[in-house]
């Protein structure tokens, strides 16, 4: 079910950095279907808890976020507007939001960031291009396994890795920030040796920029989805993955022994995990912004 609303604000700010502090959600649930997604928490706050087909779309984002980012206060931070949801899952196919919604940037001169699994973004490569010339876009991509038989079990309705990849060089190539999440590695399914190494491989290869590297968590109802999913395809797993997950985090052992072996692929491939912010966060500004 997809179901238009309306949003009274759009941008948000959260204390945890990675590509920067302010968010913009375009849609709340996500069609991609991955089984160990995070953001299924998400959804408790609303009248459905089935965050992979009940997916709300925020029609007037590109409204709101042209009002908010042209507001006197604004210093014009990066903002992300994949945060908790694809915002090139399949429900953009049919409503077209993001092409209004870099229009809304490109009015603004305000840098972009968007993190996305699917190649449906090349859609809009030329506004993208046209942002990048005044305001820096910083393209994201996450990945998981590059085998296509366990991609299709675990993000089923997102797009092919090494078609994300492609996609991450073409951003490249027009001059966009890129970098790569190589996460979740998830344990007995996607932390073999060839997976890792031929990901950090490509990376290096295509020059996407930084990778950085992390293990499947299981917090909440994650954990259930993702065990559902265990045993209907990998029922053998079940017990490892009950001693390996007694918290929400892999045991320390595990993620011990991964950190050693991503720290290998990166002096193997001189790859670092860098990614520094395009400006400044001035936290001032989260105080006056909405006053
Ligand atoms: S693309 Fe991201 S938000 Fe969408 S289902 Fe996958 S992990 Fe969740």
Redesign the pocket.
Known sequence: MFKETTAKTILYYHEQQFATNWDANIYRG?G???KY?F?QYSHKYLETTDFFNDIFVKSNAPELLYKELGKKEWDKSPVNVCGI??CY?PAEAEYEIMPKVIKSFIAKRNPLVIGT?SILILRDIDLIKELNNIAEVSIIISVSTLDEAKRKLI?PD?SPTIERLKMLKRFKEIGCKTSVLFMPIIPYISDDQENLDEVFRITKEFNLGSINAWSLHLRGNTKKVFYDFLETNFANLLPEYRKLYKKGNVSKEYSINLQKRVKALRDKYQLHSVYKSTRPVNKEIQLSLFN
């Open positions: 996500c991609h279907n991955c997604c953001a949801s694809d899952q699994k993000e997102a």
